[in-house]
């Protein structure tokens, strides 16, 4: 019996191996986004978009450090249709695939390929047999009978070019092809991307999906540019890269091009691509986006400044947001020989004074080298710290848009009678800096019947998961009757578009789909008070617009009975009616004076500012 026992275990053992983080996302890829085909598509793009943004303005604040003139982000994307993908079965087996393009139908059958020019019948003979594909304007069939279609995703292709900085040669196999790979993680400073997951996952959806590597061309400023085809060994982790040429032709002096074939579905709506680069290029004011849609359709979203967000400074790590294990692994990677010098160096917010009257406090010698303190001294240390009144992490860290262009983008973008914007100042959640900005555009050319909430986060927008989102939830705790609105449900009505942006050196969103940021006491907390400041600036102004339509609806039954009045009052005091007339004339005239004066006193260039 015991020896069956350890056979078994034995059995087991030979079957146990690591996987890695790849191999692991490629099992679950629900949890970076791709759950459906319309969503993945979305997340191939924004992930994309996303990096390219990021690159162009490191370039553009690196450029500005050495006093030249920076080249702002120019970044031009395309969705288009590759085909219409059909499996071809026979007797429930299958048979190949079929692809539809514009110009020419493939049939692919045991790693051959059969493409023919594109017509209403073409037919097919394979070594198992022949059969017709016969296509009109809304239907594909095929003969004989014992064939059948069964309709797949299509695929897309999707095409992103910037004119950032472009990538070293070395690096760019492992930017695509290396998941966790990246110089953003480590860094505590605000940017789109946080885990060195994002684009390596959509290089992995289109393998998985097409069986197709991502095709990239990138020129730095002294290099040639260079094109690759770069795909993933989920098992090890690691780039595999299928080609490398030299190209002469790049549209720019410098850039990156990225070409990702996917299945996905492409939905005209509030959820999918369209709505995302508008509302990227919404936040991002600085920025000139190109994008073509599936159907052709293209749209060009101008910059509206040429001022850059400040640029978002490295800050390191505050005691109150660190764990146990993080706070060891610091000190004893730190490259300082004594507890005092790594305290002091490698937190923030820690002086020499504090790491000395700390390190006292639980009876270390300052001198004693990070690698020689325990786990349960580490411990007392990092709650003594933790117990102290620190000041809170420096907010440099942040790179909010600010409400001057907040205000500027809703103008351009919805041509509205009434924009405000707020910019909270910086607080903290775990000891993480953020901060939260709110714009409200009401009225003009805005036709909605119910608000509509616009969520960002980093200056990226969040169009899933709404009912999971702090920000979602802040704003149905909002009482929005107190602010001359009507309301309906937790909604309030009428032609009223709300932003609400979190900027943070780390998001905590509530998965590595970044569609939602957890609901923080703190950080909801924030939402409400900026919404309520811009919702008091609204009120002031829907309060006189009320005024003043009251007044005109007054003066409108006032002067039904004018004539009258003014007849009867020459009577009883035996003057000119003419002159009377004239007196009352300009009487209202004056008040309407007064009541315009009201409402457009503290309105400038549109926006609301009287407190």
């Known amino acids: ?44 793009v924004k992930e994309a978009l996303d990096n390219s943004l990021d690159a162009c303005e490191e370039q553009a604040y690196s450029q500005i450090k050495k006093g030249l003139k920076p080249e702002l982000p120019e970044i031009f994307v395309q969705v288009e249709k590759v085909s219409e993908d059909y499996q071809i079965l026979s007797q429930d087996k299958l048979v190949g695939i079929l692809s539809i393009s514009d110009k020419n139908v493939n049939f692919s059958y045991h790693g051959k390929d059969i493409t023919k020019e594109k017509k209403e019948k073409i037919s097919f003979e394979y070594e198992d047999g022949s059969f017709n594909i ?36 070395e690096k760019m196999p492992f930017i695509f092809g290396k998941m966790l ?7 505590m400073k605000q940017s789109r991307g946080q885990q060195g997951i994002g684009i390596h996952a959509a290089v992995l959806y289109s393998q998985l999906t097409t069986g197709k590597p991502v095709t990239v061309i990138s020129k730095t400023l002294k290099g040639k540019a260079i094109k690759m085809q770069i795909g993933v060994d989920t098992i090890k982790n690691e780039p595999i890269i299928y080609s490398r040429e030299e190209v002469k032709d790049f549209p720019y002096e410098h850039g990156t091009k990225i070409e990702l074939e996917i299945e996905g579905i492409y939905v005209a709506g509030s959820k999918g691509v ?23 359709q293209k ?16 800050i390191k790590p505050h005691p109150q947001g660190l ?26 917010r820690v002086s020499k004074n504090i790491a000395e009257e700390t390190l006292k406090s639980v009876g270390i010698d ?22 102290l009144d620190l000041l809170r992490p420096p907010t440099d860290c942040l790179s909010p848009i600010g409400k001057e262009l907040i205000e500027k983008s809703l103008k351009a973008e919805f041509s509205p009678d009434f924009v405000y914007a707020v910019t909270r100042k910086p607080e903290v959640y775990r000891g993480i800096p953020f901060l939260i900005e709110v714009g409200l555009a009401y009225g003009g050319k805005i036709t909605l019947q119910k608000a509509e909430l616009m969520r960002f986060a980093n200056r990226i927008p969040l169009l899933s998961d709404a009912s999971s989102c702090a920000i979602t939830a802040a704003f149905s705790a909002i009482d929005f009757s107190r602010y001359n609105l009507q309301v309906e449900g937790k909604v309030p009505l009428g032609p009223l578009v709300v932003l609400v942006h979190i900027a943070s050196v780390w998001v905590p969103y509530t998965s590595e789909g970044k569609s939602a940021v957890a609901k923080y006491p703190v950080i909801m907390n924030e939402i409400k008070l900026g919404l309520q400041e811009a919702l008091r600036e609204l009120a002031l102004y829907l309060g006189r617009q009320n005024r003043k339509r009251m007044f005109e609806e007054k003066i409108s039954l006032f002067n039904k009975y004018s004539v009258e009045l003014v007849e009867d009052l020459a009577k009883l005091t035996d003057k000119d009616e003419k002159l009377i007339k004239a007196s009352v004339d300009k009487l209202l005239e004056s008040r309407r004076k007064q009541i315009e004066e009201s409402v457009t006193k503290s309105l400038e260039d549109g926006k609301e500012s009287t407190r």
């Open 1 to 44: 019996m015991v020896e069956e026992i350890f056979d078994v275990a034995e059995e087991i053992a030979q079957k146990q191996r690591s996987i890695s983080v790849t191999e692991f996302f490629e099992k679950n890829r629900h949890l970076l986004g791709f759950e459906n085909k319309q969503k993945a598509l979305l997340t191939c």
């Open 323 to 348: 764990e146990l294990g993080s706070f060891i692994r610091l000190m004893k990677e730190s490259k300082e020989k004594s507890i005092l010098r790594a305290l002091e160096e490698e937190l923030s």
């Open 134 to 169: 016969i296509i009109s304007e809304d239907k594909v069939s095929i003969q004989p009978n014992n064939f059948s279609l069964k309709k797949k995703s299509p695929r897309y292709k999707i095409t992103i070019l910037d004119n950032g900085p472009g990538i070293v040669e």
């Open 366 to 387: 300052p001198k004693t080298s990070p690698k020689e303190i325990s786990t349960d001294m580490y411990d007392k240390i990092l709650k003594a710290l933790q117990s």
């Open 181 to 187: 790979y990246g110089s953003k993680f480590h860094m």
């Open 274 to 296: 369209d709505e995302y680069i508008k509302r990227t290029a919404l936040v991002n004011p600085a920025s000139t986006i190109i994008y073509i849609n599936p159907l052709g």
């Open 299 to 314: 749209f060009k979203y101008e910059r509206v400044t040429t001022s850059l967000p400040p640029e978002p400074k490295a």
